[in-house]
């Protein structure tokens, strides 16, 4: 059971008024900042961090992790619907607020998620300062060249993230994101906040991609049962499986698909070589990690995380969030991918890691 589908009818009302159009969500964000701009005035932002890849590569679970830690702020399941004002927010329903109560979320996988679990509301901004990039049938990839004023946007957006998750923590405090879309943002990214940690997680091609077709199927199921689900995910910017599905355009990925299906194991090895050869091209900029020795060997892979990240944490801390990394069981398929893609693939994703690790000391594969 996730969120949406137990929200009450008053919760789905004002769900539906907050995502009646972005204008909404971006005019609670200026009432908010009339009326509570004192409450982040002085926050500052530096190094924030920014988790991305294709779903199912640990994102999530490594975004728990990381704001597990006391200087990490990010948003929470609490700022829906109103996720462009959260302290605005907060403060409307703190008197009312209930009891985190965990569940699983709507992935069908096993993660359990509660109102204060770490979630990826940032697209709902992105969305709204970039609505020409959403196209019918795919998203377009951004580039330097779209950096605009809307940067202070982000900017103000992260001051209030971090003031409402750690309004009481003396050291430095870091935003923190895990948003899938951002795979396509990397340049601009880096351009927008020079001083940012970019987070790739890469997993294995075949499982990752056996992974991404059970989800495909699993959300055309459940957008099929459950109509607020697909809205849920729409309004939220989620748009990588089921009835939703757009992908980002990648260079190449129309060749690499070949008219294929989402039904089918090859298409997402296809996608999947097509993602992570565009992020071979940004590896000066970002910090790959391997899914598989994150799980296999968490506290030592995680700690070389924090360090390429610049988080400072105890030994306690790392040992509480790093045990929340394993390995998912395999499950058997009769599904067999094409044999030259599955090679390409599992070339690149050699590539992707040992080009890293050799520019990278304290080497995260």
Known sequence: MAFHVSYTFLDRVIHRIAFLSPAVQMTAADIEKSIFASAYRDVTISSPVFITSLPRAGTTVLLDAVAQLPSVCTHVYRDMPFVLAPIFWARLTGPFRQQAVSRERAHADGVLVSEDSPEAFEEVLWRALWPHKYGHDRIELWSVDDCTAARAEFVEHMRKIVAVRRPDYSGNRRYASKNNANIARLPLLRHMFADARIVVPVRHPLQHARSLLRQHLNF??????????????????????????????????????????????????????????????????????????????????????????????????????????????????????????????????????????????????
């Open 220 to 365: 055309l199921a459940l957008h099929a049962q459950e109509p607020f689900a697909r809205r849920y995910m729409e309004d939220i910017g989620h748009y990588e499986f089921g009835e939703l599905r757009r992908p980002i355009g990648f260079p190449g990925a129309d060749a690499l698909i070949g008219g294929r299906s989402p039904m089918t194991l090859d298409y997402w090895l296809g996608y999947w070589i097509a993602a992570f050869e565009h992020v071979r091209n940004y590896l000066h900029v970002v910090i790959p990690i391997s899914y598989e020795a994150l799980c296999g060997r968490p506290h030592a892979v995680f700690s070389n995380l924090l360090e390429q990240l610049g988080i400072v944490a105890d030994d306690r801390s790392v040992d509480i969030a790093a045990a929340s990394f394993r390995l998912p069981s395999d499950r058997p398929s009769d599904d067999q991918p094409d044999g030259a893609l599955l090679r390409r693939a599992e070339q690149l994703h050699q590539t992707l890691l040992n080009e890293r690790s050799s520019r990278t000391p304290q080497g995260l594969t």
